[in-house]
C-alpha cells in the first residue's frame, strides 16, 4: 500500500506538504494571471518547465520566480520538451545549478510530438542516471502497474502516472491500473496529466492517489483563477470521500429510511 495513512499529511522526499494539488506554470496569459491562479490552488509544489520557462537563465526577460518566490512555494523543475535521456538529465542538471543545488525534480522523456506520451524505456533509462546522481525524482509514467513499481524499485520518490494524455481533459481513463498502482506502492502515487475539471480531479483522489498534478485544466479554463479554487476543493473533497469509503454499488433500490419496526411494517 501507498506509504500515506489515513490522516497524514503529503510527503515527498522527506519533507510535509498540506495541500494535495501540485500546479503547473504554463499556457496562462500573464505572470500576474500565473500568479493569482496558483495562490488560488493553495498548491504549495509549482512545476516549472526549464526548458521552455525563464527563473534566472535569461536575465532581461521577466522571471517567473517574481511571482512564485522559493521562499513561499517548493519549485519543482520539470523536463517537459525533453525526448530522450540526454536531454532530460541535461535539463534536471541545469535547474539543479540555477536553483542552487536544488535536487527536487520532475523527469518526464516523451515518446512523441503528437501524443506526448512517456517514453517508459528512456524514462526508466533517465531515472536510474537521475537518482544515481543525488536527484529526488518525481516520475511522470503511463498507467502500467509494472512500470510504476520498475520506477519505485529504481529510486523514485514519487511515481506519477498519466490520467489520460497530457492536456487532453479526458480525466481518468483506466482507473483500475491507477487502483493497482496505487494498492502495490510504497511512495506516493500522484496522477499527472490528462485532468479537466474538478470532477475529474476528485475522482483521483477517490481512487486513493496521493494528490494530483495539474497545469491545462486551470489555465485553459474560461476563468482560470476560478477554475484554480475549484480544484482545491475537490482535491479536499476527494481525499475527504477516500477516507471516509463509500457505500457498496448494489444493483436494486434500498430505502434511505429503514421501515423495519415502524407502524407500516
Known amino acids: 500500500m501507498s506509504t500515506q495513512t489515513a490522516d497524514s499529511p503529503l510527503k515527498i522526499a522527506d519533507k510535509i506538504y498540506n495541500s494535495r494539488l501540485l500546479v503547473g506554470t504554463g499556457k496562462y496569459k500573464d505572470l500576474e494571471e500565473t500568479g493569482q491562479a496558483i495562490a488560488a490552488s493553495g498548491a504549495e509544489i509549482v512545476t516549472v518547465a526549464i526548458r521552455r520557462t525563464n527563473i534566472g537563465q535569461n536575465p532581461d526577460e521577466p522571471n517567473l520566480l517574481d511571482v512564485i518566490s522559493p521562499d513561499k512555494y517548493t519549485i519543482l523543475p520539470n523536463t517537459a ?8 538529465v541535461r535539463t534536471c542538471r541545469l535547474a539543479r545549478e540555477l536553483l542552487d543545488g ?7 522523456v516523451l515518446g512523441d510530438q503528437k501524443t506526448l506520451y512517456p517514453n517508459v524505456t528512456q524514462t526508466l533509462e533517465a531515472a536510474e542516471i537521475l537518482v544515481k546522481d543525488g536527484f529526488d525524482v518525481m516520475v511522470y509514467t503511463s498507467d502500467d502497474p509494472l512500470i510504476a513499481k520498475q520506477l519505485e524499485e529504481i529510486g523514485c520518490v514519487s511515481v506519477m502516472p498519466l490520467a489520460a494524455p497530457i492536456g487532453s481533459g479526458l480525466g481518468v481513463r483506466n ?3 491507477i487502483i493497482e498502482i496505487i494498492e502495490n506502492a510504497n511512495v506516493p502515487i500522484l496522477v499527472d496529466a490528462g485532468v479537466g475539471t474538478a470532477s475529474d480531479a476528485a475522482i483521483a483522489m477517490e481512487l486513493g492517489c496521493d494528490g494530483v498534478l495539474m497545469n491545462t485544466a486551470i489555465a485553459a479554463a474560461k476563468n482560470p483563477i476560478l477554475m484554480a479554487s475549484a480544484m482545491r476543493k475537490a482535491i479536499e473533497a476527494g481525499r475527504e470521500a477516500f477516507l471516509a469509503g463509500r457505500m457498496p454499488r448494489k444493483r436494486y433500490a ?3 429510511s429503514p421501515i423495519d419496526g415502524t407502524f407500516f411494517s
Open 102 to 108: 536544488h535536487k527536487l525534480v520532475k523527469l518526464e
Open 254 to 256: 434500498s430505502a434511505s
Open 175 to 177: 482507473p483500475y491500473n
Open 81 to 88: 520538451g525533453c525526448y530522450n535521456v540526454e536531454d532530460a
